[in-house]
């Protein structure tokens, strides 16, 4: 059964910083390319961040500069680093592991993410 647990999310102010966190199991997680995503009400899921099996990052260009995703394959977790956070970026957002040559997806849960400005 392949679980991705979300957390780390909550409540901070503008300018502030939040590290989230997610966790893989039942996945060979290191051949996965691993991303995040977010979604606000009444928007779109939108990416945020990929980093590929091979460790090559992207970035939205509103987050660029500020939002750092990293993986540790020994510990089977993705991580989204988040610094001076703006309003915009509260979302419920959501980790995403993809294996194309299968055609697998898997989504966590979400953890919420509020800024206050």
């Known amino acids: 059964q392949v679980q991705l647990v979300e957390s780390g999310g909550g409540l901070v102010q503008a300018g502030g910083s939040l590290r989230l966190s997610c966790g893989g199991s039942?996945?060979?997680?290191?051949?996965?390319?691993m991303g995040w995503y977010r979604q606000a009400p009444g928007k779109q899921r939108e990416l945020v961040a990929l980093?590929?099996?091979?460790?090559?990052?992207n970035y939205a260009d509103s987050v660029k500069g500020r939002f750092t995703i990293s993986r540790d394959n020994a510990k089977n977790t993705l991580y989204l680093q988040m610094n001076n956070l703006k309003h915009e970026d509260t979302a419920a957002y959501y980790c995403?592991?993809?294996?194309?040559?299968?055609?697998?997806?898997?989504w966590g849960q979400g953890t919420q993410v509020t800024v206050s400005s």
């Open positions: 980093i590929t099996s091979g460790g090559s990052t």
């Open positions: 039942g996945i060979i997680f290191s051949i996965y390319d």
């Open positions: 995403n592991a993809g294996f194309s040559r299968l055609r697998l997806e898997y």
